[in-house]
């Protein structure tokens, strides 16, 4: 049971998460294109435009395991504020980088930017620190439905935000990092003022109370307590795989469009769509979740991808509207997983193993997703959208599969 006053600070830790992730959202997600061109530009070359993007990942890919150490050892206020001044240090770091066309500046401030992202993931799990079980995806999902505005916003504010640049005499391309400073800066000042009491230090203390004693493990012994622990295993494969197909799916759904005579702006509806896919429909996920199970739910968003993957897979590249249906089950799909699978985890491990089994799971989820991303340039470059669709579809089978184990029941 939880308390009265838990039941408050729940309440309120759940608004100040999804405040935070509207404001960080909204930073990030504007240099994402941003940083490609800026990398193009300083290298005159667009095959290297990439590397912003990889960077990024890489960063936060890099940061998940830090920041779950640092809230072990003082909480999500500590974890998550560290993430967020990391990320307003790289977006200094790109805007001098893109000012001044360095590079190495550039890139090492995407690096960083990654951090924030990384902070970001984090977030989620935050909001199942006082949840009971029969909240804890809803809880989890408004945080999640919170990155819908960024995404949305953050792309859109590229022109604003660049003639800002330009009014106080920097480069029109560098005015989206210049948002992310802020707004990353909001984001913190956010955490440090109203995550109070912190709601991981505020689970150990109600753990402790009930004669629970916790302490901190090492991160390689906490990994080979998950690895025998079948439940958080299947959680972490669901986040995991269901992240890794949509990146590869997603990010190639452009250039399939490209080679036929299709606009920007039907490509770019096509990516809202799938956007709305990912968050818009998470509350009613995490209601799912929690009034049918976390297994049933990540078999549904098994499911909805295997049948996203066979409309896109079988889709023409002119036919917006067949890879608009395909692209927004993609989205719900990977929603299912990572809803659901992040509940998993969370109520798999003792409260003491959650900030490191999190930051394994944010790990590779961010692992895979950059390698399955040039997996799927690859891929797509030799046989096509089709065969990249059909490939995808494996491993989402195969952890299908997986959830109907005996272990897991």
């Not at 404001?23 to 994402?32: N, R």
């Not at 360095?102 to 990384?118: D, E, H, P, Y």
């Not at 078999?299 to 692209?327: K, M, N």
């Not at 690859?378 to 490939?391: A, D, K, Q, R």
Request: proline share 3%.
């Amino acid at each position: 049971m939880i308390s009265g006053e838990t039941e408050v600070i729940q309440k309120r830790t759940i608004k100040v998460l999804a405040s935070v992730q509207v404001l960080s959202g909204v930073g990030v997600a504007g240099t994402v294109a941003a940083g490609s061109l800026l990398v193009a530009s300083i290298t005159n070359s667009e095959t290297l435009a990439g590397l912003a993007q990889t960077f990024a990942v890489l960063g936060a890919a890099a940061m998940a395991l830090p920041l779950s150490r640092l809230t072990q050892r003082g909480g999500r206020r500590l974890g998550l504020s560290v993430g967020y001044v990391v990320g307003i240090i790289g977006a200094f770091s790109a805007i001098i980088g893109g000012s001044q066309k360095i590079l190495f500046f550039m890139l090492a401030g995407t690096f960083m930017v990654g951090a924030a992202s990384a902070a970001g993931y984090q977030a989620r799990f935050a909001a199942t620190d006082l949840a009971t079980v029969h909240t804890r995806s809803r809880h989890l999902s408004f945080v999640v439905w919170g990155s819908t505005v960024g995404a949305v916003t953050g792309p859109n504010l590229m022109g604003p935000s660049g003639k800002f640049a330009e009014s106080i005499g920097l480069p029109r391309l560098v005015g989206p990092y210049c948002l992310a400073l802020i707004t990353l800066s909001l984001a913190t000042i956010v955490i440090q003022l109203f995550l109070r009491p912190d709601p991981y230090l505020r689970a150990i203390h109600v753990q402790d109370a009930s004669g629970v004693k916790s302490k901190l493990l090492p991160a390689r012994q906490v990994l080979g307590i998950i690895n025998k622990n079948a439940q958080a295993k299947f959680a972490i494969a669901s986040i995991a795989i269901g992240h890794v197909v949509m990146i590869s799916v997603m990010v190639m759904t452009p250039v399939h469009m490209a080679h036929v005579d299709v606009t920007l702006t039907v490509i770019g509806l096509v990516i809202s769509i799938h956007i709305a896919g990912m968050y818009a429909l998470s509350p009613i996920v995490g209601l799912i979740s929690d009034k049918f199970g976390r297994k049933s739910t990540i078999r549904l968003g098994v499911l909805i991808l295997l049948v996203s993957t066979l409309v896109a897979g079988t889709a023409r590249a002119d036919d917006a509207v067949r890879l608009g249906i395909g692209l927004f089950l993609l989205g719900l799909g990977w929603s299912c997983t990572l809803i659901a699978g992040s509940t998993l985890l969370s109520e798999s491990v003792e409260s003491e193993l959650r900030p490191s089994s999190q930051g394994a799971s944010d790990l590779l989820m961010n692992l895979m997703g950059a390698g399955g991303g040039a997996l799927a340039g690859i891929i797509i470059g030799t046989l096509g959208y089709g065969w990249l669709c059909l490939i995808s579809a494996i491993p989402v089978a195969a952890l299908g599969t997986w959830s109907f184990s005996k272990k897991l029941n």
